[in-house]
């Protein structure tokens, strides 16, 4: 867009992978081979990306025996037990000796927080008293996350933990010389909460190689019981209630109810699915899906629905928008960022059913509206690149380990116009995208 600073030049300098060659790098994050989320994904190819421009990595996190991701790089385990009530979560206790002794021995040039966890709150004091510089990127809206843990555990009074959630934010962002936000509103609730923090923006890519309209096959739906004609209404993400799962049993059943023919089909598990099985029995659950089953689920379904508050930003969203398809999304941080409401698909208001009922009903019954939303969205998911988000990462780095000083910048949130302004140091600029 024009006017807009391409985010592959750095205060009208092209950015320079050398910034990061043979710089030592520690990430701490508390998701990275244990759990297949976007959080693990995301931070497993930004380390690949690192590595192939020359930094050295060494990430600090939980693990279990039989990791179900494939790491890239090396992964020195922190001590860690199954979060409360969520197995398949890991709680960080701290670092541990024997990581003490590899992050000592590995002498980091820069810390790079992912996670607001122990580990990550022991990581800082470290850097701190050694005066290693520390960046932070936010990936888990975790007071969202809270309203689900407090009301599974039923727990009622949430103001209390909210309090000291941002209480413990604004001492754990603060100190960061960045911190990495993938949207103008997670940087504007952060505002919101007194986490001033000097704010970047990184929205994450998509691979279109892989998630592309072409993957759909006749073969894939026939394998499951889908027409060609029928319209098939798509879910994909990790099985846990969190996730919106309540509204996406509701819309599917409130279809049913109007007597409007559709399928629906579920990609992902976790501890919600027997349960969630038991709501939509005529469901298609396909199960954890990656690579090219993964991309054929997409190109073979018509509509995404996704109905989760709790993103930052939505990949799932992004990767079905690159396979054609309009999406039905809340009107929360991540996914409004990637949603054009009436254009590439439609947003409704957390948690409202008839809303979400009422959106799907429409793309599902108007096959003219879902094709020409799929092409929009098709088009505008193109605009995010994987190459592109990485690449600012370098920048960003390269601003901390080679500094230097910047003349203008431009400041922008959500909602508002940008507004020239002399500054001293780099401000959260937009996405090329946008």
Known sequence: MAGVPSPYTANGKATRPEDVAGKRIA????????????????????????????????????????PPVQHVGTLVPVPSIQFPGRPDYRLALGLG????????????????????????????????????PVVASFHTHFVSYLKYFVSYHKYYRVEPLENLLWRFGRWFYLPCEHVYVPTFEIA??????????????????????????SKHTTDWRQAYGIADDEVVIAFVSRLVWEKGLHVYAEVIKGLKARGI????????????????????????????????ALAQAYACSDVFLFPSDTETFGNVTLEAMASGLPAVCADAAGSNALVLDGMTGFLASPG??????????????????????????????QSYDWDEAMTRIVRYYGEILRPH??????????????????????VLMPPSSV
């Open 27 to 66: 990430l701490f994050t508390g998701a990275y081979n244990h759990i297949a989320d976007g959080v693990s994904l995301t931070l497993n190819r930004l380390v690949a990306y690192l590595e192939k421009h020359g930094a050295e990595v060494l990430v600090f996190a939980p693990t279990v025996s039989d």
């Open 97 to 132: 000796s024997k990581a003490r002794q590899r992050l000592d021995a590995f002498d980091p040039h820069l810390f790079h927080l992912a996670t607001p966890d122990y580990a990550g709150a022991r990581a800082l004091r470290l850097a701190r008293k050694r005066r290693i």
């Open 188 to 213: 504007d609730a952060l505002r919101a909460h007194g986490i001033t923090s000097d704010f970047r923006l990184w929205p994450r890519g998509v691979d279109t190689n892989l998630f592309n309209p």
């Open 261 to 292: 023919p559709h399928r629906s089909v579920i990609v992902g598990d976790g501890p919600a699915r027997t349960r969630l099985a038991e709501r939509l029995p005529d469901t298609i659950f396909t199960g954890h899906l990656r690579g090219e």
């Open 352 to 381: 409202d059913t008839a809303g979400f009922l009422d959106a799907t009903q429409r793309l599902v019954t108007d096959a003219p509206l879902r094709r020409e939303m799929g092409l929009q969205a098709l088009e505008r998911a």
């Open 405 to 426: 000083p910047v003349a203008v910048g431009r400041v922008v949130t959500n909602g508002q116009a940008p507004a020239d302004l002399h500054v001293t140091k780099p």
